[in-house]
């Protein structure tokens, strides 16, 4: 029996790693060498992205593709429905490949966060916990059902609370229980959202549920619509960074390890947003009931307090964490331009409006995933180059980078990448989203709050280069000679933003 | 093929400059000198074949693909060749090469003068972009680049010890955020060319051509200016090339040789040459009227300020505030003003690079940037003092140089079209250019007393081969008039008017004014001579406006981040009962 006739290929290669990881830990434990779940890690993330590119040349000869595997009388096979498009597959692609990166820089890395000399039982539930959330990942990515989205939802953030605090310090531990409560309470919120969504269609399937809302006479004075629409935005507002349920997002940053928050950043925040995607703009037509101000306001307000409470930081990853939910304002306010644009069209005309919006929030959100999760790992390397006291506060890795010429370019390129200038993927998102601006109408004075915050955000990244490359270095012990592998995974990264950067239209037409 | 190759060598060059670095392979710094000097060689060849092959009046623009496509819209990587572009390219180009060489003479900095190279040819990459780009997102593009080049450039300096460093640093900061903010209206810019070529069904947006071959709006192009100011320093946002005395921090705690070729000579026009573009084809009257005042007030403030200023480099600041003021002057000017802009932009890109030099020379040899200390400096030289009096001249527009006829031709248009009044502020600004030139001049070189350390024996000769060539460059840059003048050539040109009469009236009232500061100085009152010292105190007024701003947004983080758990679900609850309460109530409207 094909077993991708069940799960895509990534999946199904996700839950087979999954089954393996502990069997390879008796192994290791048997033989007292620890290297080999973080080596094979790596092969797998490379095997998973294969995968990837293996369905995408698929996809493009053949067409969209649905998983819908056909049990007679085991209605429970239904809710495994899953569609793979080039658009969904491009995203994976660049998730996974991020995927890979950290993979390759955790190989060495880890010892040291956890600052534990018999570390292997972390590292099972490190790599564990990390497949887990790729698969939950893909799982929403890819499903076109609303209980499987919440069911790979589940199996993405609840990892996530224990990657938060993987690191053994009693901060990592109370920043991932804040996650937790607060993420729990957003699940409940998406759980009443997927039961109102069946209570009012009697389906779960997507394709099925949004033909069923467009022919139900009267649909727009239903209440039960109304409240799965409030309870979708609220229920993924809390990963996706709404203003008032971001609060989350810096204790995490601050507490998780480097390689950690190199992902969930980007990853969990383009999972929310896949989510926004199909279980709100796709299901309940914008043309109908109108949500788009609710993400312009509240876009505004999370870039806006990301960015007001990222200048007093002192601690590197904060800054990342509050940079991240600045970021996320721009992508949620971004949603809200797309869903302006269509205002006054009818649903089946605001249907190329919608695709071509998302077109924009797609790249935005790939350049975010790839320019935060490149500075989180410098900023990782950076602390791990100096051991001194495991501080992340500025003035203790001042001048860290000041003669490492290399490391020191990509940061400042980097940088100015996440406030949106030139050359790298950074400039041609925020052009994009600019240019989705110049198609709508609404109020200047939105767009100008969007511009200067994106202009202020240059205070604090500018700090960070100042800080980094251009002060004298504190005197700190060097821990001698740094693993290559940190390196790589680095400049791969790194040469991925900047070739999107100088031709944007590589990823675009797959969006 | 040749504009592919202007992009593609220097950044060649740079990557081999970047790999050859960050592998740490000792070779000597002259070897990147000698790249960069063959770089910026190549593109000044380059830029002259395009102007050899330049036909009158023939415009080109030259697609080399799509650079974004979103649904039926697209964005072209592609050329605009005129003869703006072309002069611009090539004044960036050759100033460029100038200052890569002599700067091998005046930075002596070991291993760090590589990363000097690699952003200076970045500069140079960003430069003609912005100069040639076809499509509004390239000059943008450009234009961050040439931006992001003088921020890492002005803190060059950033490794010296105590607050050298930290100023060199903050200077640098400060001159990003400043031209970023202002880059805000860049952006709406582009927002409102998108919305209306969108509506027009144009699928190719952003062209230069389809924006500037018909009138844009008044707000697009107020946007434009403000951007410009930001870029070009105009009032009140000038600050970042020059603070007072008692701030210090600014664009010239670079390198001189930077603020020679960034902030007097190429970036600082960037924001000219944008409103050129934009306004050559027509804006409103009133839109005119506003840019001509920005200039005047630019200008007059900028002279003043320069007269009570005692760092010899700040002063050539203030002095380039106020060039770059008359610039938009000039493009306030309706008919032809945009040409007279871009002529005096020529003119002023050659001697001003030349005085930065010069002065870079005088504050190497002298270890100070304090004009009182420099007294009779250059006595000592011949070269040094015929080429600094050949430029001083030119600056304060003294026949017959050629700064002299462009400046008259500003001033015979703004008396044709704003009148008498607005004449006589600009011959106030034309006198008060004279003012500082003359009151600089005679510190320079008539005070009687030399200080024993102020000898210039022992400049290299090479500098002086540059400055020597700066001079030729300054004396025919009159000849680009020729080039310009095609078809568009102004009727007025240097016939004897009253205009020009009270023009070289008010350069030697001026003069005499400069000349005998001192004098003129025991009858202002103190509170005006301490007003103007701190330059009306505008960057205060933002220093506090930014601690104001700072303050507030601590409050909001103390707020909204306490950490506290309590706190956090009390944020998570009112959002989600503001969400289900206005979103019910208000959107969904009576039906409840």
């Known amino acids: 029996m094909n077993p991708t006739l069940f799960f895509p290929l990534p999946i199904f290669l996700c839950l087979v790693w999954l089954l393996i990881l502990p069997l390879i830990r008796i192994i290791e434990s048997k033989i007292n060498y620890w290297q080999i779940k973080g080596s094979i890690s790596i092969f797998w993330s490379i095997l998973i992205t294969g995968s990837i590119v293996y369905e995408l040349i698929d996809i493009k000869a053949n067409g969209a593709r649905e998983i819908s595997p056909d049990f007679q009388n085991l209605d429970i096979f239904h809710v495994l429905s899953f569609k793979l498009t080039q658009q969904n597959l491009m995203i994976a692609l660049i998730v996974s490949f991020l995927f890979f990166a950290i993979m390759l820089f955790s190989w060495k890395y880890l010892r040291w966060e956890t600052l534990l000399d018999d570390y292997g039982s972390y590292k099972l539930y490190y790599y564990f916990l990390f497949f887990s959330c790729l698969t939950g990942f893909f799982v929403v990515l890819f499903a076109n059902d609303a209980f499987l989205i919440f069911v790979g939802w589940e199996m993405m953030v609840i990892p996530g609370y224990g990657l938060v605090s993987i690191r053994p310090t009693k901060r990592s531990a109370e920043a991932g229980i804040k996650y937790a409560i607060i993420s729990s309470i957003g699940s409940i919120f998406i759980l009443y959202a997927v039961a109102l969504i069946y209570q009012i269609t009697g389906t779960l399937n997507l394709d099925e549920a949004r033909t069923r809302i467009l022919a139900i006479n009267g649909i727009e004075t239903d209440v039960s619509v109304w409240l799965a629409i409030s309870f979708i935005i609220i229920g993924f507002g809390v990963t996706a960074g709404f203003a008032g349920f971001q609060t989350w997002i810096p204790d995490a940053y601050g507490e998780a390890a480097s390689p950690v928050g190199a992902f969930i950043s980007g990853t969990f925040t383009i999972a929310s947003l896949i989510a926004y995607y199909k279980l709100l703009v796709y299901l309940f037509p914008v043309s109908i009931f109108d949500y788009a101000w609710l993400f312009i306001v509240g876009g505004l307000i999370t870039m806006s307090l990301g960015n007001s409470n990222a200048f007093f930081q002192k601690d590197y990853r904060r800054i990342l964490g509050y940079s991240s939910v600045s970021q996320r304002g721009y992508l949620l306010f971004g949603i809200g331009l797309v869903l302006t644009q269509v205002g006054g069209l009818s649903v089946t005309e605001s249907i190329p409006s919608i695709e071509l919006g998302f077109k924009i929030i797609w790249m935005f959100a790939i350049s975010f995933a790839i320019l935060e999760g490149l500075l989180f790992l410098i900023i990782g390397k950076i602390l791990f180059m100096g051991i001194i006291d495991n501080s992340k506060h500025e003035s203790r890795v001042k001048g860290a980078l000041m003669n490492y010429p290399y490391l020191s370019t990509i940061l400042i390129l980097t940088c100015i990448g996440l406030a949106g200038l030139p050359p790298t993927i950074g400039f041609a998102s925020k052009l994009s989203l600019i240019i989705l601006a110049g198609m709508t109408s609404i109020p200047i004075i939105f767009i100008l709050i969007f511009l200067i915050n994106s202009a202020l955000s240059l205070v604090y990244y500018s700090r960070i280069i100042q800080n980094l490359v251009f002060t004298k270095p504190y005197k700190r012990e060097e821990i001698g000679k740094i693993p290559s592998s940190m390196n790589i995974s680095i400049t791969l990264v790194f040469i991925v933003g900047l070739i999107i950067g100088l031709q944007p239209n590589l990823i675009l037409v797959y969006l | ?592």
């Open chain 2, 1 to 592: 093929l040749l504009l592919d190759l202007l992009f593609i060598v220097p950044s060649v060059v740079l990557i081999l400059i970047f790999l050859l670095y960050t592998a740490r392979i000792q070779i000597n710094t002259n070897i990147y000198w000698i790249l960069s000097l063959i770089t910026g060689l190549f593109t000044v060849i380059i830029n002259i074949t395009l102007l050899i092959n330049y036909n009158q009046n023939e415009v080109k623009e030259s697609i080399l693909g799509v650079w974004l496509t979103l649904g039926d819209y697209s964005i072209s990587l592609s050329y605009y060749l005129d003869a703006w572009s072309i002069t611009v390219g090539l004044i960036s180009s050759i100033l460029t090469l100038v200052i890569i060489y002599f700067s091998k003479y005046y930075l002596q900095e070991g291993n760090r003068v590589i990363k000097y190279y690699a952003m200076i040819l970045t500069f140079l990459i960003g430069m003609q972009m912005l100069v040639y780009a076809n499509n509004l997102i390239f000059t943008f593009f450009g234009w961050e680049l040439v931006g992001i080049c003088s921020w890492l450039l002005i803190g060059f300096f950033h490794y010296k010890e105590g607050k050298d460093g930290e100023k060199a640093n903050l200077s640098g900061r400060k001159a990003l955020i400043v031209t970023g903010v202002a880059d805000v209206g860049f952006l709406v810019a582009i927002i409102l060319i998108v919305f209306s070529q969108i509506s027009n069904g144009m699928t190719s947006i952003l062209e230069i051509n389809g924006i500037f071959s018909s009138n844009i709006s008044n707000i697009v192009a107020i946007a434009l200016i403000i951007a410009a100011m930001g870029k070009s320093a105009q009032f009140p946002l000038h600050f970042w090339i020059a603070s007072p005395d008692s701030i210090d921090i600014d664009a010239m705690q670079g390198p001189t040789t930077v603020s020679a070729l960034i902030h007097a000579a190429t970036m600082v026009n960037a924001g000219i040459y944008l409103i050129a573009r934009t306004t050559a084809f027509g804006v409103n009257a009133e839109v005119y009227f506003w840019i001509f005042l920005i200039g005047l007030i630019t200008a007059i403030f900028a002279g003043i300020c320069a007269l009570n200023t005692n760092d010899i480099k700040r002063i050539l600041a203030y002095s380039t505030i106020s060039q770059l003021g008359f610039m938009f002057i000039a493009l306030g000017i309706a008919s032809y003003g945009s040409f007279i802009a871009l002529w005096h932009l020529t003119n002023h890109a050659f001697f001003k690079a030349l005085l930065f030099l010069a002065a870079g020379i005088l504050i190497h040899l002298a270890h100070t940037r304090k004009i009182n200390e420099l007294e009779g400096i250059l006595r000592s030289n011949k070269i040094l003092l015929g080429a600094t009096l050949l430029a001083f001249a030119t600056l304060a527009g003294i026949p017959p140089s050629a700064a002299f006829f462009s400046k008259d031709m500003i001033i015979h248009k703004v008396y044709e079209e704003y009148g008498i009044t607005y004449f006589i502020l600009t011959l106030i600004a034309v006198g008060l250019t004279a003012a500082y030139v003359f009151k600089v001049v005679r510190v320079l070189t008539f005070k009687s007393e030399s200080n024993a350390t102020n000898s210039l024996e022992f400049i290299p000769k090479s500098t002086m081969i540059i400055l020597s060539v700066l001079v030729i460059l300054s004396i025919f840059s009159f000849q680009f008039l020729k080039f310009f003048a095609w078809d568009n050539s102004p009727s007025h040109m240097l016939d004897f008017s009253l205009a020009l009469v009270l023009s070289l009236i008010a350069i030697v009232l001026g003069s005499a004014l400069g000349y005998h500061t001192i004098v003129v100085k025991k009858f202002i009152p103190i509170w005006l001579d301490h007003l103007v010292r701190e330059a009306f105190y505008i960057d205060h007024f933002f220093s506090k406006v930014g601690k104001l701003l700072m303050n507030l947004s601590y409050q909001i983080s103390k707020q909204t981040q306490s950490g506290s758990h309590y706190w956090n679900l009390a944020q998570f609850s009112i959002s989600a009962i503001v969400i289900l309460v206005v979103y019910l109530f208000f959107s969904v409207g009576g039906f409840l």
